[in-house]
């Protein structure tokens, strides 16, 4: 990977090349690949006008933002300590999976600190923290 600072005048002819304003790009990235197509990824600052146009734009081609974290990689967590807290509300591995809908070997992870899906963990923790679940502790 290569990186060029200089004093602008790369960055401005760059912009003029590929049809961009300046003043509104944040930076630009090339990626080229062996057997690939270049593919340029340019990060620019939008006017909230132009958010709502390119908002529109994407659900016209039915694209969805990436969001910011992303909850289908896998995660550690082992800087909460889950079990004592699953302890303290006196429930064991079968009765939260069954009012959460996570499997006991899936909470067992989180609770050993294993690799588990972030998604998971947000379940699990809204849980704890009473929010919304598939059913409810009084059950």
């Known amino acids: 990977m290569a990186t060029i600072n200089g004093d602008g005048d790369f960055g401005v ?16 990235t090339i990626t080229c ?18 958010v709502e146009g390119l908002t529109n734009l994407m659900k016209k081609y039915h694209l969805e933002e990436e969001p910011l974290i992303n909850t289908k990689t896998l995660h550690k967590c082992d800087n ?19 009012m ?13 600190g294993k690799e588990c ?12 923290n009473g929010k919304k679940t598939d059913s409810n502790i009084n059950k």
Not at 33 to 50: A, C, G, N, R, W
């Open 13 to 28: 002819g760059l912009c003029k090349a590929l049809n961009l304003d300046p003043k509104k790009t944040r930076d630009i």
């Open 33 to 50: 690949k062996i057997d690939k197509p270049v593919m340029v990824f340019v990060s620019q600052y939008l006017q909230d006008t132009e």
């Open 80 to 98: 909460i300590a889950w079990k004592p807290i699953r302890e303290r509300f006196h429930l064991s591995l079968r009765n939260v999976a069954k």
């Open 100 to 112: 959460t809908g996570l499997s006991i070997s899936t909470i067992s992870r989180i609770e050993h």
């Open 117 to 128: 899906y972030l998604s998971n963990v947000i379940k699990l923790s809204d849980f704890y």
